[in-house]
């Protein structure tokens, strides 16, 4: 199957109502804000529900979350090394296999590797001893950022915890915090690169996998901080390039329409198609 022939950007509108739709560790859990009061969810945060919906749709993915663990590998390590799930171990030993043939076969087997690249740095013990493989991938996702200033309300709760012993006895119950963005209109950006696709492997057909789930990034998605219909995918906005380098910068491309972009989440579709001359762009809407 031949790699991607042509340039691709893509953005995503998307709409937050009394959801955290990326806690913060490091300040409780609120959800991410910039110094200006911006709402943000992270590129990280982002290509999580990627790799999830991948998976769900039965692609080998290699970084796997915890409670969606298909393999039952304890870690990357071990799903990397595993003569099953993985390319067992002597693909990471450099006296037996090359580092590029070890990138190659990854990239075949796990689409998020394929995608959005992976360093593969292993421990100082054993065969693998030295083993460092970095992997750039051709997909890139940006932050989303909202349009506006999010307003965010904390509601105190109480939680049980596991008592002592073995941990059967219900605790005491103790004091919590639970954060949500009362509404706000984000939006994404992203491209695909052709020249690292060519280095992965990354197909025209994976591309059109990518398109098909943007859509509905958000559905099995949901959790006490993220109920369900309170994340949506408004629009994806699709442009495809007549050629590899690209007809217009991914600048140009993302600013036709952002200056479009109301702060409802709204945009005038035939401007927009109209904005970038020979460059049309399938716009689709979300689930």
Same mark, same amino acid.
């Given at each position: 199957?031949?790699? =991607?022939?042509?340039?691709?950007?893509?953005?995503?509108?998307?709409? @937050?109502?009394?959801?955290?739709?990326? $806690?913060?560790?490091?300040?409780?859990?609120?959800?991410?804000?910039?110094?200006?009061?911006? !709402?943000?969810?992270?590129?990280?945060?982002?290509?999580? *529900?990627?790799?999830?919906?991948?998976?769900?749709?039965?692609?080998?993915?290699?970084?796997?979350?915890?409670?969606? *663990?298909?393999?039952?590998?304890?870690?990357?390590?071990?799903?990397?090394?595993?003569?099953?799930?993985?390319?067992?171990?002597?693909?990471?030993? #450099?006296?037996?296999? *090359?580092?590029?043939?070890?990138?190659?076969?990854?990239?075949?087997?796990?689409?998020?590797?394929?995608?959005?690249?992976?360093?593969?740095?292993? $421990?100082?013990?054993?065969?693998?001893?030295? @083993?460092?493989? #970095?992997?750039?991938?051709?997909?890139?996702?940006?932050?989303?950022?909202? *349009?506006?200033?999010?307003?965010?309300?904390?509601?105190?709760?109480?939680?049980? @915890?596991? !008592?002592?012993?073995?941990?059967?006895?219900?605790?005491?119950?103790?004091?919590?915090?639970?954060?949500?963005?009362?509404?706000?209109?984000?939006?994404?950006?992203?491209?695909?690169?052709?020249?690292?696709?060519?280095?992965?492997?990354?197909?025209?057909?994976?591309?059109?996998?990518?398109?098909?789930?943007?859509?509905? =990034?958000?559905?099995? &998605?949901?959790?006490?901080?993220?109920? &369900?219909?309170?994340?949506?995918? =408004?629009? @994806?906005?699709?442009?495809?390039?007549?050629?590899?380098?690209?007809?217009?910068?991914?600048?140009?491309?993302?600013?036709?329409?952002?200056?479009?972009?109301?702060?409802? !989440?709204?945009?005038?579709? &035939?401007?927009?198609?109209?904005?970038?001359? !020979?460059?049309?762009?399938?716009?689709?809407?979300?689930?």
């Amino acid at each position: 199957m031949s790699t =991607l022939q042509n340039k691709i950007d893509f953005a995503l509108v998307l709409r @937050v109502r009394n959801a955290n739709p990326n $806690g913060d560790p490091l300040n409780g859990n609120r959800p991410r804000t910039d110094y200006g009061g911006f !709402g943000e969810i992270t590129d990280v945060c982002l290509k999580r *529900k990627l790799r999830d919906r991948l998976q769900e749709e039965k692609h080998s993915i290699f970084v796997q979350s915890d409670d969606r *663990k298909m393999d039952g590998e304890p870690s990357l390590r071990s799903r990397a090394e595993s003569e099953t799930n993985g390319l067992g171990k002597d693909a990471w030993n #450099p006296k037996k296999t *090359k580092k590029d043939e070890t990138a190659k076969k990854a990239c075949e087997k796990w689409f998020d590797v394929r995608a959005f690249g992976q360093v593969f740095a292993f $421990g100082k013990d054993g065969d693998a001893s030295g @083993v460092s493989i #970095p992997i750039r991938g051709p997909v890139t996702v940006q932050s989303a950022f909202s *349009k506006e200033i999010v307003g965010v309300t904390s509601t105190q709760i109480t939680k049980s @915890v596991s !008592g002592e012993g073995d941990g059967s006895k219900r605790g005491a119950d103790t004091m919590g915090m639970k954060h949500r963005v009362d509404q706000g209109i984000y939006e994404c950006y992203g491209s695909i690169n052709p020249q690292l696709a060519e280095r992965t492997g990354f197909s025209d057909a994976d591309a059109e996998v990518i398109k098909g789930i943007l859509p509905r =990034l958000f559905e099995n &998605d949901a959790s006490s901080a993220r109920p &369900d219909g309170s994340m949506q995918v =408004l629009s @994806v906005i699709w442009w495809k390039h007549n050629c590899k380098a690209g007809q217009y910068s991914a600048a140009k491309v993302h600013d036709s329409l952002r200056n479009l972009l109301n702060d409802d !989440g709204s945009f005038d579709k &035939d401007r927009l198609r109209q904005a970038l001359p !020979g460059l049309e762009p399938e716009i689709i809407d979300g689930f």
